[in-house]
């Protein structure tokens, strides 16, 4: 009977200690996490793409909307940088909504929506203004969050895939 208390009590403490009950932020990391979304829009709109790397890991894995995979800060860097000299040079970004999911004390999912305005294509004609999603993974270490995982998609028109006979 003791044996079958004492592998009550160690399950019950290894699943506290791995689960978390508290599904709340510290206020600091709230306030942190809410920090880390609106430098990204300020270093967008200064095209300040050294500063945007700042806000990444150094393994961190960035899908953009072209669906291109750049791995580690270096690259997303890089990319940015590029892309900023002529297509998004003009660019304004802007943070419509922030939804952020407590996972773990240092694991956060932030849901970002966002429009953009000013971006041009690589011949320089206009685009149409555009709204997408950026779903971030953010770890933090050190007391300091930083982006993990990045996803990037543009928010199609209504119905535009649910229309179309390729995709049943």
């Known amino acids: 009977?003791?044996?079958?208390?004492?592998?009550?009590?160690?399950?019950?403490?290894?699943y506290i200690g791995f689960c978390q009950n508290n599904k709340t932020f510290e206020v600091t990391d709230l306030k942190n996490l809410n920090h880390l979304v609106g430098k990204w829009e300020r270093y967008w709109n200064n095209h300040n793409m050294d500063s945007m790397g700042t806000?990444?890991?150094?393994?961190?894995?960035?899908?953009?909307?072209?669906?291109?995979w750049l791995k580690g800060k270096k690259e997303a860097v890089a990319v940015h940088k590029e892309r900023h000299l002529v297509v998004f040079k003009t660019s304004i970004w802007k943070t419509d909504s922030v939804s952020i999911k407590y996972v773990?004390?240092?694991l956060a999912i932030i849901h970002m929506g966002w429009g953009i305005t000013g971006d041009v294509d690589p011949d320089g004609k206009p685009r149409t203004p555009r709204h997408g999603i950026f779903t971030?993974?953010?770890t933090k270490e050190n007391n300091q969050w930083l982006i993990l995982a990045v996803h990037n998609v543009n928010i199609r028109e209504t119905g535009a895939f649910m229309n179309s006979s390729d995709n049943k």
């Open 1 to 14: 009977m003791r044996q079958l208390h004492l592998f009550i009590i160690f399950f019950l403490l290894s």
């Open 136 to 138: 971030w993974v953010v």
């Open 55 to 68: 806000l990444l890991r150094d393994d961190v894995d960035f899908v953009n909307v072209a669906g291109q």
């Open 104 to 106: 773990k004390t240092d």
